[in-house]
């Protein structure tokens, strides 16, 4: 059985940093892109990063205030993929979900051949 867990969301003040976990399971892991999408309340799911299989592309993100703030990483060893998430701002507010995909980065960040979600991870930035 497949499973995505997400974990480390939570209530931070703006400007503080969190650190979102994915850990995966019954999937040959470095076989997967990984990537990350939230969703703020009323609005549809966006990409925010993602990073190929064997973590040896840089990681992509689209979002050019993303870009600066965070940044994705993985270990194939623990089958785990992380967003280190630095000067969170109210505007991250959003439920974040994991992702695996089975084509590239690129793939990933058009919302393209996803094989597995999460089931994601609240983060609430106060102002």
């Known amino acids: 059985q497949v499973q995505l867990v997400e974990s480390g969301g939570g209530l931070v003040q703006t400007g503080g940093s969190l650190r979102l976990s994915c850990a995966a399971s019954g999937i040959v892991f470095s076989a997967y892109a990984m990537g990350w999408f939230r969703q703020a309340p009323g609005k549809e799911r966006e990409f925010v990063a993602a990073i190929s299989g064997t973590g040896d592309m840089t990681p992509y993100t689209e979002s050019e205030s993303a870009k600066d703030r965070f940044t994705v990483s993985r270990d194939n060893g623990k089958k785990m993929v992380y967003l280190h998430m630095n000067n969170l701002q109210p505007e991250d507010t959003a439920v974040y979900y994991c992702?695996?995909?089975?084509?590239?980065?690129?793939?990933?960040?058009?919302?393209?051949?996803?094989?597995?979600w999460g089931q994601g991870t609240q983060v609430t930035v106060s102002s």
């Open positions: 992702a695996a995909g089975a084509g590239s980065t690129l793939d990933l960040a058009a919302a393209k051949l996803i094989a597995y």
